[in-house]
């Protein structure tokens, strides 16, 4: 079956980032499910949130499975005093893109990328490919070069 092309797979080669899309046989069970069958780590399978900083202004935070935002972290790397998250449908407004297949990659709005500092920039990561079932496999240094990433201390746990 052919790649498909989503906004996420066009922007990506646009921006000239190198990739391999990965197609989930099934929809997974879990986070560590998704990363067996993509025959990676947990800490390597990366989740695109939206965040909203204010009214008409969020970020897009890249967080490692595994791992959770911590809040106080970022609101004080962002310089903000409050934070949340959008429901999914004014996710999907501000991003083009269904709750679970977000990317910044192809979204309707560059948003900043705020990416954790716990992605291994050596490594092959996932990233959501623009719809869901479709990840894009890229090295993570490459990744965070390619959206802007600017990388921050901003989650906790295990991952």
């Known amino acids: 079956m052919a790649d498909p092309d989503t906004p996420a797979t066009v922007a990506a080669r646009q921006a000239g980032l190198t990739f391999e899309v990965v197609r989930m046989p099934r929809p997974p069970e879990s986070a560590e499910d998704s990363a067996e069958m993509q025959g990676l780590r947990l800490g390597d399978l990366l989740r695109t949130i939206v965040v909203r900083r204010r009214a008409d202004d969020y970020v897009?935070?890249?967080?490692?499975?595994?791992?959770?935002?911590d809040w106080p972290k970022l609101r004080a790397h962002l310089g903000v005093r409050k934070m949340s998250l959008p429901d999914q449908d004014e996710a999907k407004a501000v991003t083009g893109y269904?709750?679970?297949?977000?990317?910044?990659?192809?979204?309707?709005?560059?948003?900043?990328?705020?990416?954790?500092?716990?992605?291994?920039?050596?490594?092959?990561?996932?990233?959501?490919?623009?719809?869901?079932?479709?990840?894009?496999?890229?090295?993570?240094?490459?990744?965070?070069?390619?959206?802007?990433?600017?990388?921050?201390?901003?989650?906790?746990?295990?991952?």
């Open 60 to 69: 897009f935070v890249l967080l490692p499975g595994g791992r959770q935002i």
């Open 98 to 159: 269904e709750r679970g297949a977000i990317t910044p990659f192809g979204a309707t709005t560059a948003w900043p990328v705020v990416a954790d500092a716990s992605i291994d920039p050596e490594a092959t990561v996932a990233i959501g490919g623009g719809m869901r079932g479709v990840n894009l496999h890229v090295r993570g240094a490459d990744l965070l070069a390619a959206v802007g990433a600017d990388v921050a201390d901003i989650s906790k746990g295990d991952g």
